[in-house]
């Protein structure tokens, strides 16, 4: 890396990154396929998926090749997901206190998720941290979803950052393949969605076990 690279922005996923909403997401497509009449999903699974756009993850868990059906499935987990994150969603440790020490240094610190964008704002502003992040987009502002690099590319751009000043942070290899592809420097969170493992599988820079250890990476770029 160059010795003159500062991190300017950071790029954060939301579910397993910052929050802890794997159970609000399993019983969120649970309780969809029911409504529709279809058999359960295996948690596992969904799981595994987190961090797709919902379309991709009710094809893989559910089978759902039509096209109407899969909308239908979408609306659904919408309209449901907000009354059930209310009592499954929480920060993950310091995670308050850390975004609040990244953006009163001067950095700008962006929201990158396949979460629809209505939930990321009501979940933010709820958890007290919305203060904090200048961009969020959700499923809804790029064509191409996580893995493809659209996302990061559009904070780059709206930013006026360049990949070697941007860190990319998330809990899956979906996260460190957009962030890979966008020319950013990533890091993977190992208390997430997919293991430390899966995350060494896409070699990410950086892989840390705490939130907290973000400003640390920073640091340590910094001084290289």
């Known amino acids: 890396m160059n010795k003159k690279i500062r991190i300017k922005t950071i790029i954060l996923d939301f579910d397993g990154t910052i929050a802890d909403t794997k159970d609000s997401i399993i019983q969120t497509i649970q309780a969809t396929l ?73 950095l700008t610190i962006a929201v990158a998720s396949g979460k629809g964008k209505e939930a990321l704002l009501n979940l933010l502003d709820r958890m007290g941290i919305a203060r904090y992040i200048s961009l969020v987009f959700g499923e809804q502002d790029v064509k191409n979803k996580k893995p493809a690099p659209d996302m990061a590319l559009l904070i780059l751009e709206k930013t006026n950052s360049s990949p ?27 208390y997430g969605n997919h293991t ?28 290289l």
């Open 34 to 106: 029911d409504e529709l009449g279809i058999q359960r999903a295996n948690e596992s699974g969904i799981k595994n998926l987190i961090g797709l756009p919902l379309r991709e993850t009710f094809v893989r868990v559910a089978h759902l090749m039509d096209r109407n059906m899969q909308e239908k499935a979408i609306v659904l987990y919408r309209e449901k997901y907000n009354q059930i994150s209310l009592n499954t969603v929480k920060l993950f440790p310091d995670v308050k206190e850390t975004l609040k020490g990244l953006h009163d240094n001067g």
């Open 164 to 190: 070697q000043e941007t860190l990319v942070v998330g809990d899956t290899v979906y996260d460190m393949a957009m962030g890979q592809e966008a020319g950013c420097i990533t890091c993977g969170v190992s």
């Open 196 to 223: 430390e493992e899966q995350l060494k599988s896409r070699n990410p820079d950086f892989i840390i076990g705490k939130f907290t250890e973000i400003t640390s990476i920073i640091g340590e770029i910094h001084q």
